[in-house]
């Protein structure tokens, strides 16, 4: 069965500390893995897009890496902020279709000042 | 606008009512999906436009649901004979899809409580 699976459920770090948040996923055959940003009663904000041949993939603070053997992705944010507080949600797309995106259920992440 | 918006931004209804969702998404982009996201969890996908046609409904629950882009821009959700189980945000977003790097643009959703 495809599915998308993220740990851990929901964190809390104070401002300014490091964070990293897990993906694990049995879609197969895979074409991309993607994170998504949501905050609190808004659509998902896309962070990074990684096909199965890219190991690592900035945006500012956020780094996204990816392990195809392992089907194990990691979003690592550094420095955090307040702003950072959200839901993350990892996202792959399944080969077959273009279109067919199977969701994780997302990390809450809490900033704290 | 820039971005993907959708209307009404919150609507209760109660149950057995028709309710019906809009879209607008970015202009320009021929692709738009309606997901569903509960409390908690990611958003389940419900159906893809490309253009005018479905080209995916296989994710709607039944056939209370029903979707439509006319004219391949704004899109409508409808839901008849609504029921609590239907209490939920539905989220709309749009892409222009390139392969192998399709971003999907979301909007703000609409919160639905069926009462």
């Known amino acids: 069965k495809n599915q998308v699976e993220q740990s851990p459920q929901s964190l809390i770090i104070l401002e300014g500390k490091n964070c990293t948040l897990q993906?694990?996923?049995?879609?197969?055959?895979?074409?991309?893995l993607r994170w998504y940003k949501q905050d609190t009663g808004r659509g998902p904000v896309s962070l990074t897009i990684?096909?199965?041949s890219e190991n690592t993939k900035s945006n500012g603070r956020y780094t996204a890496t990816l392990d195809a053997d392992t089907k194990q992705s990691s979003l690592h944010i550094t420095a955090s902020q307040l702003s950072d507080s959200a839901s993350y949600i990892c996202?792959?797309?399944?080969?077959?279709?273009?279109?067919?995106?199977?969701w994780g259920a997302g990390t809450k992440l809490i900033i704290k000042p | 606008g820039a971005g993907v918006s959708q209307t009404p931004s919150n609507k209760v209804t109660e149950k057995g009512k028709y309710v019906e969702l809009r879209c607008d998404p970015i202009?320009?982009?021929?692709?738009l999906y309606w997901y569903r996201q509960s409390l908690g969890q990611g958003p389940e996908f419900l159906i893809y436009?490309?253009?005018?046609?479905?080209?995916?409904d296989s994710g709607l629950p039944n056939d209370r649901f029903f979707a439509v882009r006319p004219e391949g821009s704004v899109s409508t959700l409808k839901i008849q004979r609504t029921e609590r189980g239907d209490s939920a945000v539905y989220l709309c977003?749009?892409?222009?899809?390139?392969?192998?790097?399709?971003?999907?643009?979301f909007g703000p959703g609409t919160r639905l409580l069926v009462l």
């Open positions: 436009f490309q253009g005018t046609g479905a080209a995916d």
């Open positions: 990684m096909t199965f």
């Open positions: 993906c694990n996923y049995t879609v197969s055959p895979f074409s991309n």
């Open positions: 996202v792959v797309l399944h080969m077959d279709s273009n279109y067919q995106l199977i």
């Open positions: 977003a749009s892409s222009l899809p390139e392969r192998g790097e399709e971003t999907q643009y």
């Open positions: 202009s320009g982009h021929t692709a």
